[in-house]
């Protein structure tokens, strides 16, 4: 039998990872596959870039934590097609992974992007494993 933790084990761990990340994280969209880890390069070309809300995910329940119900959303200075995602302290990247219309680990409003465009995520949610 594989180990497992309580869920309130996985909340707890979950609420911690916004916790680390910090108030107001920088969110970057990109075209391409991600990175082989946080730690490596940038790949890619920057498609968006925003500031997210200082409350960006609600508290974790039943093993998972979402995306806030604040706006995240920002004007396009790139064009292309979005492919995925980044989410930095300063400059270190915290997640990664990848983005798409109703696919992904990040949900966008449309994935083909040109300057200018207004860019909104409609869907993020970590979940916890060990369930």
Known sequence: MPMQLAVSTRNARLDAIETEI?????????TGAPPSTCAAAD??????SMILPSDYLDAAASGSKAKSASAWTATATGAGTA??????????C?????????SG??????????????VTVTAFTLTDANS
């Open 22 to 30: 910090g108030l107001a994280p920088t969110l970057k969209i990109r």
């Open 43 to 48: 790949s890619g070309s920057e498609l968006v």
């Open 83 to 92: 492919g995925h995602f980044r989410i930095y302290t300063g400059a270190i």
């Open 94 to 102: 915290k997640i990664q992974g990848t983005c798409g219309l109703a």
């Open 105 to 118: 680990d990040m949900a966008l409003d449309n994935t083909a992007i040109a300057i200018g465009q207004a």
